[in-house]
């Protein structure tokens, strides 16, 4: 009875060290590309940061607005931030890279789906990016005109018209990254309408003498004005 | 022998203005005369022109360059005699060249024997021959011609106690064509040389010969009526003889003197001989054709008479105050240059011995219509003397060769008439007619080419003119017509290389053919046709469909 | 040659046809058929009482007329084509026509006319305002002879105006291109101007067509390279200028055209108007400055309002061109009452000083910049014309020679912000 446990277990022993000598190299060589893989994706961080150091990107960034929402958010710059996530894309590609080599069934459809998924990832962060700055861009401009042309709830205006483009910018970067496409349309649409039906109302509502005054100076009613000069700036 | 009532050869002919007293000196007097004159129809002949208009040579004081008459029917002792006259008139018939000669309808020298009669008391039979008048206060409307020199149109005459009229200089008295006498007398004048052979007159002055209050006392129509008379007479018992007018007016009082083809046969188109050369100045066409498009069309039978230079001054007075400034600072900044309203210099000098310049105003003068005058010595680019007085400075001597007083005369060099041109660019060592035969590309051989080719076809006498208006205005473009020849004439008027599109749809087919080389350029098609052009430079195409 | 994508084959063409010219006159247009013929037969008179004997050609730059603006140029040319209606001429005069786009385009209408004159080997080019409906054939000659006869490379005009026109002019573009570049010039910003070959060639040739702010406002580059390429300058007194065009009260347009451009022109030019500690008066031929001392009826309300307004709403944006300090002055005075309000000389030049250091750091979109300074400019308009309203000629003329002191006194505290980080 001795004989034969110390015989099955020699064999196990021998059976678990045979595998085990069949997976070290292996695991041996996951090691190596996991290692390899921090090293590279802490240069890309390095490289990605003094790229990003240059004053026209943290200018771009505080022009779309993305210094003061990482700031209210309790997040490191924005230049920071990329450069943190180039370092653990790069190296979470690296180590299902590794993982892979273990010959793991089924787990290399998981890996090529992460690759996959990498470049809709970036395409998605450059949409959120130019979005924000678009809409910062365009809103300034809208605030600007409506100043300038002496409207009076032009912070309203400006508002606004951020408002819309982050929404458009935020659903076409769902919509890049695949999450939740149905649902999002449903709920862009909705807020949009309902934007637009309180933004009707308030004008409605609120500027309905703008509207009286625009409408009797069109048709030549109402009050005939004094005849002012004009300024002629040059 | 030209045929002597040939009707119309006036309008193909090339005149040639000769002054005998300038041309060439037989006897070695210092002055040239008729001799001398027939020896050098050779050279004439040469040139290739068919007509000699021949300045005043009858008795004369000379104070007008022989303008001022004492005899009609003589010839001046230093020109020679009647005799040498004859054999120069049979001579010069006999190369097939016409003649011409002055006739000065208007006025008299102070010293002809018609004048000394009428002056010599109020009631000679010869009194009513002038106009004579108790004041200086008639006929003011009339203009003073001679501005530099004249004061009034009227003369005190000492003797006759009487103020006598005069149009020119105060030697020059008017005579009265309201006197039948005169006209009659006159007419003898002019039948006198007219039976000699002569074959046409050029009439002197002819706007003045009739005086009226309250006009201007020119081109009136009684002065046109005497011209008809005197045409009627000439065709009548001299056919073929032609009358070619001096009017100095604008175009269009001087289509008058051609009557309905019932007056003169020819007219010096003054006005635009000074546009000529303020266009080739300005380097724009405008001028030319404007003053061409202002120009009355004129009866078939009558012809301008088209001159670049002659003996008078260059006048200026048929165009705008702007122009004669213009003309004034352009062609005569030295102020002794300007004489009576216009500049006495030579062609040569005017367009200062730019021998591009004087060839294409020679083209102009060939190509535009109406016949040509040649003034003697701008055939070789001769030169003139501004510190000689009046006029005299483009009167003298020709150059016929480098040597003793340029070939015109063996005397003395200080007993001519006039000293010769002698500095260094217009002298007659550098500029005389020896030099110029034996040299192919002297301006004396490209006239003979250029009189040559005129003379190939009669579409530039006879033929119609119409203007291409290219968008290059420095492009003066015609097309000249006569039946089923056409000619395209084209002028780069511009001191630079010129690039100029024709519209010449009308002509479509036809290939033309450059007159001077014969060469064959393409044939014109719907597009606008392209000619670069160098500067100065001026074409002569002959069309020809095949 | 930059001249090759500018001329069409059919205005070459035209071009191959006038020739070499004296004088070319360069007439932009875009739907001017109103005041079109009066320019173009005051030029016409003007070239044949003046300059008859000279060659001259008129060259119309259109962008894209649709009422017949180039037809009415080209029928005041002058040729041998016989017509009843004649005006008698020494010469011909070609009036030519092309059309550069099909929308207008300062910039490339000067171009397109310099590339003319350049291949036409014109000794003088000027350039004439379509809409001037008070133009006389005289200012053609003013504006001709100092470069045409007296050697000058541009000449440029000075108006005689009312109170209430010029005032960007008088309150930014006079007294900043003083204090900067060290030239009194006083209207740097001209539709009416002429310069020679010399300058028109160097111009055209500089590589700056492209930039936005000369394709928009050429006419402040053309000064500004004039006077930084030592060129020699003068000023003629034309006389009264009208306004036709609708757009010459769009403030924003005036100030792009002429504050953008001034701003953009100084980055290039930094070495040397860094240098320039005084100014130098311009000659003046013919005349003096004039202003008409009829009386103004401005809404004042309405332009304190728009400043206000402007202070309070433009504020984020404000904060990123002006110091706190100048902000904090603008929103002290932003809350006077229209009858205490004054927008006092020392702070208008301040803020424009900041203005064009954040223009040159681009702090944020430049077009941006210079719409913010609309409010403001409104409110120094409203002061600058209450302490005018009842003053004389020198008062007036006293008034602006201060501003002026007060531009250069602080110039070196602009160059201090030039470079200073936001």
Same mark, same amino acid.
């Given at each position: 009875?001795?004989?034969?446990?110390?015989?099955?277990?020699?064999?196990?022993?021998?059976?678990?060290?045979?595998?085990?000598?069949?997976?070290?190299?292996?695991?041996?060589?996951?090691?190596?590309?996991?290692?390899?893989?921090?090293?590279?994706?802490?240069?890309?961080?390095?490289?990605?940061?003094?790229?990003?150091?240059?004053?026209?990107?943290?200018?771009?960034?505080?022009?779309?607005?993305?210094?003061?929402?990482?700031?209210?958010?309790?997040?490191?710059?924005?230049?920071?931030?990329?450069?943190?996530?180039?370092?653990?894309?790069?190296?979470?590609?690296?180590?299902?890279?590794?993982?892979?080599?273990?010959?793991?069934?089924?787990?290399?459809?998981?890996?090529?789906?992460?690759?996959?998924?990498?470049?809709?990832?970036?395409?998605?962060?450059?949409?959120?990016?130019?979005?924000?700055?678009?809409?910062?861009?365009?809103?300034?401009?809208?605030?600007?005109?409506?100043?300038?042309?002496?409207?009076?709830?032009?912070?309203?205006?400006?508002?606004?018209? @951020?408002?819309?483009?982050?929404?458009?910018?935020?659903?076409?970067?769902?919509?890049?990254?695949?999450?939740?496409?149905?649902?999002?349309?449903?709920?862009?649409?909705?807020?949009?309408?309902?934007?637009?039906?309180?933004?009707?109302?308030?004008?409605?509502?609120?500027?309905?003498?703008?509207?009286?005054?625009?409408?009797?100076?069109?048709?030549?009613?109402?009050?005939?004005?004094?005849?002012?000069?004009?300024?002629?700036?040059? | 022998?030209?045929?002597?009532?040939?009707?119309?050869?006036?309008?193909?002919?090339?005149?040639?203005?000769?002054?005998?007293?300038?041309?060439?000196?037989?006897?070695?007097?210092?002055?040239?005369?008729?001799?001398?004159?027939?020896?050098?129809?050779?050279?004439?002949?040469?040139?290739?022109?068919?007509?000699?208009?021949?300045?005043?040579?009858?008795?004369?004081?000379?104070?007008?360059?022989?303008?001022?008459?004492?005899?009609?029917?003589?010839?001046?002792?230093?020109?020679?005699?009647?005799?040498?006259?004859?054999?120069?008139?049979?001579?010069?018939?006999?190369?097939?060249?016409?003649?011409?000669?002055?006739?000065?309808?208007?006025?008299?020298?102070?010293?002809?024997?018609?004048?000394?009669?009428?002056?010599?008391?109020?009631?000679?039979?010869? @009194?009513?021959?002038?106009?004579?008048?108790?004041?200086?206060?008639?006929?003011?409307?009339?203009?003073?011609?001679?501005?530099?020199?004249?004061?009034?149109?009227?003369?005190?005459?000492?003797?006759?106690?009487?103020?006598?009229?005069?149009?020119?200089?105060?030697?020059?008295?008017?005579?009265?064509?309201?006197?039948?006498?005169?006209?009659?007398?006159?007419?003898?004048?002019?039948?006198?040389?007219?039976?000699?052979?002569?074959?046409?007159?050029?009439?002197?002055?002819?706007?003045?010969?009739?005086?009226?209050?309250?006009?201007?006392?020119?081109?009136?129509?009684?002065?046109?009526?005497?011209?008809?008379?005197?045409?009627?007479?000439?065709?009548?018992?001299?056919?073929?003889?032609?009358?070619?007018?001096?009017?100095?007016?604008?175009?269009?009082?001087?289509?008058?003197?051609?009557?309905?083809?019932?007056?003169?046969?020819?007219?010096?188109?003054?006005?635009?001989?000074?546009?000529?050369?303020?266009g080739?100045?300005l380097e724009d066409r405008k001028p030319i054709t404007e003053?061409?498009q202002?120009?009355?069309?004129?009866?078939?039978?009558?012809?301008?008479?088209?001159?670049?230079?002659?003996?008078?001054?260059?006048?200026?007075?048929?165009?705008?105050?702007?122009?004669?400034?213009?003309?004034?600072?352009?062609?005569?900044?030295?102020?002794?240059?300007?004489?009576?309203?216009?500049?006495?210099?030579?062609?040569?000098?005017?367009?200062?011995?730019?021998? @591009?310049?004087?060839?294409?105003?020679?083209?102009?003068?060939?190509?535009?219509?109406?016949?040509?005058?040649?003034?003697?010595?701008?055939?070789?680019?001769?030169?003139?003397?501004?510190?000689?007085?009046?006029?005299?400075?483009?009167?003298?001597?020709?150059?016929?060769?480098?040597?003793?007083?340029?070939?015109?005369?063996?005397?003395?060099?200080?007993?001519?008439?006039?000293?010769?041109?002698?500095?260094?660019?217009?002298?007659?060592?550098?500029?005389?007619?020896?030099?110029?035969?034996?040299?192919?590309?002297?301006?004396?051989?490209?006239?003979?080419?250029?009189?040559?080719?005129?003379?190939?076809?009669?579409?530039?006498?006879?033929?119609?003119?119409?203007f291409l208006h290219p968008a290059n205005h420095r492009v003066l473009a015609?097309?000249?017509?006569?039946?089923?020849?056409?000619?395209?004439?084209?002028?780069?008027l511009?001191?630079?290389?010129?690039?100029v599109e024709?519209d010449?749809?009308?002509?479509?087919?036809?290939?033309?053919?450059?007159?001077?080389?014969?060469?064959?350029?393409?044939?014109?098609?719907?597009?606008?046709?392209?000619?670069?052009?160098?500067?100065?430079?001026?074409?002569?195409?002959?069309?020809?469909?095949? | 040659?930059?001249?090759?994508?500018?001329?069409?084959?059919d205005f070459l063409r035209q071009l191959i046809n006038v020739g070499e010219v004296d004088i070319l006159i360069g007439l932009p247009t875009?739907?001017n058929a109103?005041t079109i013929q009066q320019v173009t037969h005051a030029i016409q008179a003007g070239i044949l009482k003046c300059f008859p004997r000279d060659r001259a050609v008129i060259i119309n730059a259109d962008?894209?007329s649709?009422?017949g603006t180039p037809q009415m140029v080209t029928g005041v040319s002058i040729d041998d084509v016989w017509s009843a209606s004649k005006v008698y001429a020494l010469r011909t005069l070609h009036a030519v026509s092309t059309e550069?786009?099909?929308?207008?385009?300062?910039?490339?209408?000067?171009?397109t006319i310099?590339?003319a004159a350049?291949l036409l080997?014109a000794?003088?080019c000027v350039?004439i305002?379509a809409?001037?409906?008070?133009i006389?054939p005289?200012?053609l000659?003013?504006?001709?002879?100092?470069?045409?006869?007296?050697?000058?490379?541009?000449?440029?005009?000075?108006?005689?105006?009312? @109170?209430?026109?010029?005032?960007?002019?008088?309150?930014?573009?006079?007294?900043?291109?003083?204090?900067?570049?060290?030239?009194?010039?006083?209207?740097?910003?001209?539709?009416?101007?002429?310069?020679?070959?010399?300058?028109?060639?160097?111009?055209?040739?500089?590589?700056?067509?492209?930039?936005?702010?000369?394709?928009?406002?050429?006419?402040?580059?053309?000064?500004?390279?004039?006077?930084?390429?030592?060129?020699?300058?003068?000023?003629?007194?034309?006389?009264?200028?009208?306004?036709?065009?609708?757009?010459?009260?769009?403030?924003?347009?005036?100030?792009?055209?002429?504050?953008?451009?001034?701003?953009?022109?100084?980055?290039?030019?930094?070495?040397?108007?860094?240098?320039?500690?005084?100014?130098?008066?311009?000659?003046?031929?013919?005349?003096?400055?004039?202003?008409?001392?009829?009386?103004?009826?401005?809404?004042?309300?309405?332009?304190?309002?728009?400043?206000?307004?402007?202070?309070?709403?433009?504020?984020?944006?404000?904060?990123?061109?002006?110091?706190?300090?100048?902000?904090?002055?603008?929103?002290?005075?932003?809350?006077?009452?229209?009858?205490?309000?004054?927008?006092?000389?020392?702070?208008?030049?301040?803020?424009?000083?900041?203005?064009?250091?954040?223009?040159?750091?681009?702090?944020?979109?430049?077009?941006?910049?210079?719409?913010?300074?609309?409010?403001?400019?409104?409110?120094?308009?409203?002061?600058?014309?209450?302490?005018?309203?009842?003053?004389?000629?020198?008062?007036?003329?006293?008034?602006?020679?201060?501003?002026?002191?007060?531009?250069?006194?602080?110039?070196?505290?602009?160059?201090?912000?030039?470079?200073?980080?936001?």
């Amino acid at each position: 009875m001795r004989e034969i446990i110390v015989t099955e277990l020699i064999q196990g022993l021998q059976e678990m060290a045979r595998e085990f000598a069949h997976y070290l190299p292996r695991v041996i060589v996951m090691l190596i590309v996991v290692f390899i893989g921090w090293v590279i994706a802490y240069l890309l961080k390095v490289i990605m940061r003094s790229i990003l150091r240059l004053p026209r990107f943290s200018k771009l960034s505080d022009n779309a607005g993305a210094t003061e929402l990482l700031k209210q958010a309790a997040l490191p710059s924005s230049s920071e931030l990329l450069s943190r996530v180039v370092f653990w894309v790069a190296w979470v590609g690296f180590i299902l890279l590794g993982v892979s080599a273990l010959g793991i069934v089924g787990f290399e459809e998981y890996t090529s789906r992460f690759f996959l998924f990498l470049p809709r990832l970036f395409v998605g962060i450059v949409i959120l990016f130019f979005g924000f700055l678009a809409a910062g861009f365009f809103s300034r401009a809208a605030l600007l005109a409506a100043v300038n042309a002496d409207i009076r709830s032009s912070r309203l205006v400006s508002h606004t018209v @951020r408002i819309i483009i982050s929404i458009f910018t935020i659903s076409m970067v769902f919509e890049v990254l695949g999450v939740a496409e149905g649902t999002l349309l449903i709920a862009f649409g909705t807020a949009f309408g309902a934007l637009m039906l309180a933004l009707a109302i308030a004008f409605g509502i609120g500027g309905k003498d703008l509207a009286k005054e625009f409408l009797e100076r069109r048709l030549g009613k109402g009050k005939p004005k004094e005849r002012e000069d004009e300024l002629f700036p040059l | 022998m030209p045929v002597r009532n040939q009707p119309g050869w006036y309008k193909d002919a090339i005149i040639y203005q000769i002054h005998v007293r300038t041309f060439f000196d037989a006897n070695n007097d210092g002055i040239g005369d008729f001799q001398g004159l027939t020896q050098k129809l050779d050279y004439v002949q040469q040139l290739g022109v068919d007509t000699i208009w021949l300045m005043p040579f009858f008795p004369s004081p000379l104070r007008d360059d022989g303008y001022d008459i004492s005899d009609y029917t003589s010839v001046h002792s230093r020109y020679g005699a009647l005799e040498d006259f004859k054999t120069f008139l049979a001579t010069a018939h006999d190369r097939g060249v016409r003649v011409i000669i002055e006739m000065v309808l208007n006025h008299t020298s102070d010293q002809h024997p018609w004048f000394l009669e009428s002056r010599s008391s109020r009631d000679n039979p010869k @009194r009513d021959w002038y106009v004579w008048s108790d004041t200086d206060a008639r006929y003011r409307g009339a203009r003073i011609i001679f501005l530099d020199t004249e004061m009034s149109n009227w003369a005190w005459d000492p003797i006759s106690k009487a103020y006598y009229w005069h149009r020119f200089f105060s030697h020059q008295p008017d005579l009265n064509y309201d006197n039948p006498a005169v006209r009659e007398e006159m007419w003898n004048v002019m039948k006198f040389w007219l039976d000699l052979g002569v074959d046409g007159f050029r009439l002197d002055a002819v706007p003045y010969l009739i005086e009226r209050e309250e006009t201007n006392c020119e081109n009136l129509p009684e002065t046109h009526a005497i011209v008809r008379d005197l045409r009627k007479r000439v065709d009548e018992q001299y056919p073929g003889t032609m009358l070619l007018a001096e009017a100095n007016q604008w175009p269009a009082d001087l289509c008058q003197y051609f009557g309905e083809g019932d007056e003169f046969h020819m007219a010096f188109h003054f006005p635009l001989m000074p546009r000529m050369f303020m266009g080739l100045r300005l380097e724009d066409r405008k001028p030319i054709t404007e003053i061409l498009q202002q120009t009355p069309e004129i009866p078939p039978s009558c012809q301008w008479s088209l001159f670049l230079r002659n003996h008078d001054e260059l006048t200026l007075e048929m165009v705008t105050d702007i122009e004669r400034d213009y003309m004034y600072d352009i062609y005569a900044q030295d102020k002794s240059m300007r004489l009576n309203l216009g500049i006495r210099r030579r062609l040569a000098p005017l367009l200062d011995n730019d021998r @591009r310049r004087i060839e294409i105003m020679n083209g102009m003068l060939m190509s535009l219509p109406g016949t040509p005058i040649i003034y003697y010595g701008d055939e070789i680019g001769m030169g003139d003397n501004i510190y000689l007085g009046d006029r005299n400075g483009v009167r003298t001597p020709m150059q016929w060769s480098g040597g003793w007083n340029g070939g015109f005369s063996a005397a003395d060099p200080e007993s001519l008439y006039s000293p010769p041109i002698l500095n260094p660019v217009y002298g007659y060592q550098a500029v005389n007619v020896l030099s110029q035969n034996r040299t192919h590309h002297s301006l004396l051989s490209w006239m003979k080419r250029l009189i040559s080719v005129r003379r190939s076809t009669p579409v530039f006498g006879s033929g119609s003119i119409e203007f291409l208006h290219p968008a290059n205005h420095r492009v003066l473009a015609y097309v000249r017509q006569l039946g089923k020849e056409t000619v395209l004439v084209v002028n780069n008027l511009s001191s630079a290389a010129q690039a100029v599109e024709l519209d010449l749809g009308r002509y479509r087919g036809n290939i033309l053919i450059e007159m001077f080389g014969k060469n064959v350029f393409p044939r014109i098609s719907d597009v606008p046709y392209l000619l670069t052009m160098g500067p100065y430079q001026f074409y002569w195409f002959r069309l020809r469909r095949i | 040659m930059p001249e090759e994508t500018l001329l069409s084959d059919d205005f070459l063409r035209q071009l191959i046809n006038v020739g070499e010219v004296d004088i070319l006159i360069g007439l932009p247009t875009h739907n001017n058929a109103g005041t079109i013929q009066q320019v173009t037969h005051a030029i016409q008179a003007g070239i044949l009482k003046c300059f008859p004997r000279d060659r001259a050609v008129i060259i119309n730059a259109d962008g894209g007329s649709r009422d017949g603006t180039p037809q009415m140029v080209t029928g005041v040319s002058i040729d041998d084509v016989w017509s009843a209606s004649k005006v008698y001429a020494l010469r011909t005069l070609h009036a030519v026509s092309t059309e550069y786009g099909s929308s207008p385009e300062p910039g490339r209408a000067l171009r397109t006319i310099l590339a003319a004159a350049d291949l036409l080997q014109a000794k003088v080019c000027v350039i004439i305002s379509a809409d001037e409906a008070t133009i006389e054939p005289d200012w053609l000659q003013k504006l001709v002879k100092p470069v045409y006869r007296d050697n000058f490379d541009l000449a440029l005009p000075i108006y005689q105006r009312q @109170r209430f026109e010029g005032l960007l002019m008088r309150n930014v573009l006079y007294p900043m291109v003083r204090s900067i570049y060290g030239c009194r010039v006083r209207e740097p910003f001209a539709s009416d101007f002429a310069i020679s070959s010399r300058l028109a060639t160097d111009f055209l040739n500089q590589d700056l067509w492209n930039q936005d702010w000369v394709r928009l406002g050429p006419e402040i580059s053309l000064t500004t390279a004039a006077i930084t390429g030592s060129y020699r300058i003068c000023q003629a007194f034309l006389g009264v200028r009208a306004h036709t065009d609708p757009s010459a009260t769009d403030l924003i347009l005036a100030l792009r055209r002429t504050v953008g451009a001034l701003f953009a022109s100084l980055d290039a030019n930094f070495p040397m108007w860094s240098k320039i500690s005084s100014s130098q008066p311009v000659p003046l031929i013919d005349g003096t400055c004039a202003i008409t001392p009829e009386a103004i009826n401005i809404n004042r309300e309405r332009l304190r309002d728009m400043f206000a307004n402007g202070v309070s709403e433009l504020d984020p944006v404000f904060q990123y061109i002006l110091s706190p300090q100048t902000l904090a002055d603008l929103h002290r005075i932003a809350a006077l009452d229209l009858n205490e309000f004054r927008y006092p000389p020392e702070l208008w030049v301040r803020t424009v000083f900041e203005f064009a250091a954040s223009f040159h750091q681009s702090v944020i979109n430049r077009d941006h910049i210079i719409q913010a300074l609309g409010p403001l400019f409104r409110g120094r308009a409203l002061s600058f014309l209450e302490e005018i309203s009842d003053a004389t000629e020198e008062q007036i003329e006293m008034n602006v020679e201060r501003l002026c002191g007060e531009f250069e006194r602080l110039k070196p505290y602009f160059l201090k912000v030039w470079n200073e980080k936001r």
